[in-house]
């Protein structure tokens, strides 16, 4: 048992601290994505442009500046802005139909998506523990469906379950996202993904919008109560791009993964508080699977990371044993 002492380190701290920033900046895009849709404001692909912009700008600012040449090809990072800035897309327009809650919890639907999809091209083995925690997960998403059907007209959008589709796929292009940048990061560089993502997201985007929301834009009236929803959700897109690699290296994923389960309880604060709506009581209960089988999840990826340690630790320790003792076949 490791004592209380042993959590409360200063690396412990700051992963708490940023891991709650990350969750309060994804609650804030569903927070602002929500105030804009219900202004009537359908520009989904036009909210994410600005960050794919700020990406370009200050990342690729960092790599004109070192003057290296690309660790992985160009047009390696084409489709994966195309499919980043469609996720993204997906997600944002979903807000037209359903919840903000409902949202927020389906986007959980990337988790066992990247498993499958890692199991699949980057051959990443998962013990039972983790696919029971995925399990409980998609029965959580379940619910949250079933929620819709029967809350009808208090699920806070005109067509629940096209809401709950356009976010279950946003999901999935999510999770080839994370599967990509995974495999980019690991081969390519971190400062290099945000700066070619953020160019390629942004050139998509600019077409994207030309071509299906020129009318929409051209109709907005651009007022304070548009204008500031509108900048903030590209603003929090921005530090969130940015900072979830920091986690990373700081936590890991596990405390990614627990630190945006409070997005959900932020959400119903929100949902509750500032809109004054009715959240349903299904919804309670599938945020309660969601949590229980995210944690599953993440202590099954705690044992796997403890169990590779000691397993590193026990090599060490044997390389480093004295080579003057023979074999015990060989001593006589």
């Known amino acids: ?25 994804i609650t804030s895009t569903g927070f602002a994505s929500s105030e804009l849709a219900k202004r009537g404001i359908n520009a989904p692909t036009s909210q994410s442009f600005i960050n794919y912009v700020l990406l370009a700008i200050v990342y690729g600012s960092i790599v004109l500046y070192r ?5 992985a090809k160009w047009y390696f990072y084409i489709p994966l802005g195309l499919v980043d800035v469609e996720a993204n897309y997906l997600v944002v327009k979903a807000y037209q139909y359903t919840s903000l809650t409902s949202v927020m919890l389906l986007d959980c639907w990337t988790i066992p998506c990247v498993m499958l999809l890692t199991w699949i091209f980057l051959k990443t083995k998962y013990r039972f523990r983790k696919i029971g925690g995925v399990v ?37 292009l999510y999770a080839v996202t994370n599967v990509s940048e995974e495999f980019l990061v690991k081969n390519a560089d971190r400062v290099e993904l945000m700066a070619m993502l953020g160019s390629f997201g942004a050139i998509i985007s600019a077409i994207q919008i030309s071509i299906i929301e020129r009318k929409e834009l051209r109709s907005i009236r651009w007022t304070p109560e548009a204008a500031i929803p509108f900048a903030g959700f590209s603003v929090a897109m921005f530090f969130f791009y940015s900072l979830v690699p920091v986690l990373l290296q700081i936590s890991g994923s596990t405390m990614l993964n627990l630190s945006l389960l ?8 929100i949902r509750v508080v500032a809109y004054h709506e009715k959240v349903d009581w299904l919804y309670y209960l599938a945020f309660a699977a969601v949590i229980i089988g995210l944690i599953t999840y993440s202590v099954g990826e705690r044992e796997e990371e403890d169990r590779r340690r000691t397993n590193v630790d026990v090599e060490a320790e044997h390389d480093k044993r004295p080579y003057k003792e023979c074999p015990p076949e060989n001593r006589y």
């Open 67 to 71: 003057r290296k040449a690309l660790k």
């Open 136 to 172: 409980v997960c998609v029965a959580g998403l379940v619910v949250v469906i079933f929620s819709d059907v029967h809350a009808g007209d208090r699920a806070g959008g005109s067509s629940p379950l096209k809401g709950d589709a356009l976010v279950i796929a946003g999901a999935t």
């Open 1 to 25: 048992m490791r004592s209380f002492k042993d959590f409360c380190t200063k690396k412990t701290l700051i992963g708490l601290g940023l891991g709650q920033f990350l969750s309060l900046l």
């Open 262 to 269: 409070t997005s959900d309880m932020w959400s119903i604060v």
